[in-house]
T-cell receptor, first 112, second 115 residues
Framework: DAKTTQPTSMDCAEGRAANLPCNHS???????VYWYRQIHSQGPQYIIH???NNETNEMASLIITEDRKSSTLILPHATLRDTAVYYC?????????????FGTGTRLTVIP | ETGVTQSPTHLIKTRGQQVTLRCSSQ?????VSWYQQALGQGPQFIFQ???????GRGNFPPRFSGLQFPNYSSELNVNALELDDSALYLC??????????????FGPGTRLTVL
């Protein structure tokens, strides 16, 4: 199963773009990259996912490199409410189940 | 709000007891997954149920078991509780589309404390 590597923590100024990197060098061709975030002991919140192409939704953009070995989550205009632990996850399947393997994530702190 | 609810919010048990945690999935979601999150760690996959049958299991012993019902509700049962079972237990529901292309929506969790 593919694993991910993320920085332990990052800071971002309020109103600026937050760029969260993730390495997943052992990803397989049919494995998706997902991003979730968790705000202080609440349930994780789905942000975005992608396979090969870059993706954008109302929350964020996901940029996946051409070799798929790394990706970047972009929050275009960070607010204080974006302070959370962000998990980059490669989804692997075990007997048909889509398992989310959460690592330790990146703790993003948005600074006023 | 994800539309996924869990009960109870908090629970205190003693070692050796049994516990049942409950989850109500989003309407129409046919898949539910359960995760255990110890303090300071990321969630760990316990198992997944698809159309009322176990569809995959993480590295958890058989004393962790589950049920999924036709009305989009599900249960996580843990027998012979141990101190290390103290954690936040999360359920997540999804629609089980193409393998891998299936976002999961999490409930708020149940905080279990084993004394």
């Amino acid at each position: 199963d593919a694993k991910t590597t993320q920085p332990t923590s990052m800071d971002c100024a309020e109103g600026r773009a937050a760029n969260l990197p993730c390495n997943h060098s052992t990803i397989s061709g049919n494995e998706y990259v997902y991003w979730y975030r968790q705000i202080h002991s609440q349930g994780p919140q789905y942000i975005i996912h992608g396979l090969k192409n870059n993706e954008t939704n109302e929350m964020a953009s996901l940029i996946i490199t051409e070799d798929r070995k790394s990706s970047t989550l972009i929050l275009p205009h960070a607010t204080l409410r974006d302070t959370a632990v962000y998990y980059c996850i490669v989804v692997y399947t075990v007997t048909g189940a889509n398992n989310l393997f959460f690592g330790t994530g990146t703790r993003l702190t948005v600074i006023p | 709000e994800t539309g996924v609810t869990q009960s109870p919010t908090h629970l205190i048990k003693t070692r050796g007891q049994q516990v049942t945690l409950r989850c109500s999935s989003q309407s129409g979601h046919n898949t539910v997954s359960w995760y255990q999150q110890a303090l300071g760690q990321g969630p760990q996959f316990i198992f997944q149920y698809y159309r009322e049958e176990e569809n995959g299991r993480g590295n958890f012993p058989p004393r962790f078991s589950g049920l999924q019902f036709p009305n989009y509700s599900s249960e996580l049962n843990v027998n012979a509780l141990e101190l290390d079972d103290s954690a936040l237990y999360l359920c997540a529901s999804s629609l089980a589309r193409v393998a891998g292309d299936d976002e999961q929506f999490f409930g708020p969790g149940t905080r279990l404390t084993v004394l």
